[in-house]
């Protein structure tokens, strides 16, 4: 059988304002009605695969929990990285723990944030992949390229084998020119970053082009711990491993690279523009989403998630509105999203990292209102689930329940709050909040006082672990 190892990591910045830092493309419904990291474990074929290994960091664990339980994926673990050190030592550790059971385990790696849309021309591509792998190859999957694209690095075929190429050469991203020579060849394909091999052939060939970060990622499996879902690495020593992708610490410098071509309909969605080339459009060239009213607009994406957005008059752009910001750009110029995004990240904006609406491993609150000493949420707790026990400094609370029951613990005295009753949280009172129904908790959460940001949380105890 084979393990699918799927990375989850990454922000996906030039997606902004859809995509942020707390809540990136991966998790989000972009290309279906599924979430992308629920894509790509659907449409793998489930006779020939095991149950995967996902690689994700720290603050995105209880998405990828949820969203897994949401389709019912069986997985190994969900593995969690304490800092982001690239794809080399990532698939590293996940090789080195799924080689712990099956030392020739057979990997295959994907990203969790790609489109493909011809799923049996991937099978194929997967039935090919493995066969080489078989023979102690290291697989990489070449994607058709349909352009002269500038946006992805190219592998260059060699000689041809039973079931693909040898690697000729991977070539960074060119020029227009240089693409656009690449293509009049015929032996160059788009570098998708998936991969096939065996456990045992990745370790031996890190080891032997790269020994850091073998030996750092060696360490950092030696002393794992399990936390609920989550398998942790030890993190002062992968905190040391150098960062490197794997095409430069292994699949450049190895004599067994070996390619296999697939033309599935891939794209890895990196921008608004790519996802308006994969999207149904209008006899205008327009790819529309949520309430929208266009007049003498085409080859457009405009994507409405809270209001109506009516769009006149205009040529090329990409509108994308969501709860608290719009962006307008024209669809030429959408790669210049990473510098509005770089002046929020260096203003410290909320709007970097976070949406309105803010999702937590108990359900979800969004910030409906705010002034200078109070703000407005409207909070969503999930059957059976309880916020940590906790308390603020500098706020009071009031909580008015709008649907079903709250089990609320106020210092010493814990009671029930149903529909349309409300309780009043001191400043430094120690309290909590729970749903023990079978529906969800809605409620409506005011806070005044002198500070009200979301780091003024002491937490005593937290069945998620996030005790202070």
Not at 433 to 444: C, R
Not at 449 to 458: A, F, T, W
Request: aromatic content about 8%.
């Amino acid at each position: 059988m084979i393990k699918p190892v799927i990375l989850a990591g990454g922000t996906g910045s030039r997606l902004w304002p859809k995509s942020r830092a707390a809540l990136p493309k991966q998790f989000l419904r972009l290309t279906s009605e599924h979430t992308m990291l629920q894509d790509t474990l659907l449409r793998l074929p489930k006779e020939k695969v095991d149950s995967a290994l996902i690689i994700c960091n720290e603050d995105h664990r209880f998405l990828a929990a949820e969203q897994l339980r949401q389709i019912s994926s069986k997985n190994d673990a969900i593995l969690l990285e304490p800092v982001g050190r690239n794809t080399a030592p990532a698939i590293a550790v996940a090789a080195m723990l799924a080689s712990k059971k099956a030392p020739e385990q057979m990997l295959l790696v994907l990203a969790a944030d790609h489109l493909i849309k011809d799923n049996k021309a991937f099978e194929e591509a997967i039935d090919k992949a493995y066969k080489l792998a078989g023979q102690d190859k290291l697989v990489t999957f070449g994607i058709v390229p349909q352009e002269a694209h500038t946006g992805y690095g190219y592998i260059k075929s060699g000689n041809k084998n039973t079931h693909g190429f040898v690697v000729s050469e991977f070539v960074e991203k060119p020029d227009k020119k240089t693409a656009e020579a690449y293509l009049s060849t015929g032996k160059y394909y788009w570098n998708s970053g998936m991969f096939m091999f065996k456990t045992n052939v990745y370790l031996r060939e890190l080891k032997k082009h790269r020994p850091d970060i073998y030996a750092a990622c060696e360490k950092a499996c030696e002393r794992t711990s399990d936390d609920l879902d989550f398998v942790r690495l030890e993190k002062t020593a992968f905190e040391a491993c150098p960062d490197e992708s794997i095409d430069y610490a292994v699949m450049e410098k190895t004599s067994d690279a070996c390619m296999v071509p697939l033309d599935a309909g891939w794209d890895d969605v990196g921008s608004w523009s790519s996802l308006w080339n994969t999207s149904n459009k209008d006899n205008a060239d327009n790819a529309v989403s949520g309430d929208v009213i266009l007049e003498g607009v085409s080859n457009s994406y405009v994507n409405a998630e809270e209001r109506m957005v009516s769009v006149i008059g205009l040529d090329s752009v990409v509108v994308v509105e969501t709860k608290d910001a719009v962006m307008v750009a024209n669809r030429d110029k959408v790669q210049d999203i990473k510098k509005v995004v770089s002046r929020l990240k260096s203003e410290k904006r909320p709007e970097f990292e976070f949406h309105r609406e803010v999702f937590r491993p108990w359900g979800s609150y969004d910030s409906i209102d705010n002034g200078e000493r109070y703000q407005v949420k409207r909070i969503t707790v999930k059957p059976g689930e309880k916020l940590s026990v906790q308390m603020h400094h500098h706020r009071a609370e009031h909580w008015i329940v709008v649907s079903g029951t709250a089990s609320v613990t106020i210092g010493e005295e814990t009671k029930l709050v149903t529909e349309n009753e409300s309780v009043y949280i001191p400043v430094g009172v120690v309290h909590a909040l729970e749903n023990p129904g079978k529906i969800l908790l809605e409620l409506i959460e005011v806070q005044s006082g002198s500070y009200l940001g979301e780091d003024d949380i002491v937490r005593y105890s937290d069945r998620y672990g996030r005790v202070d």
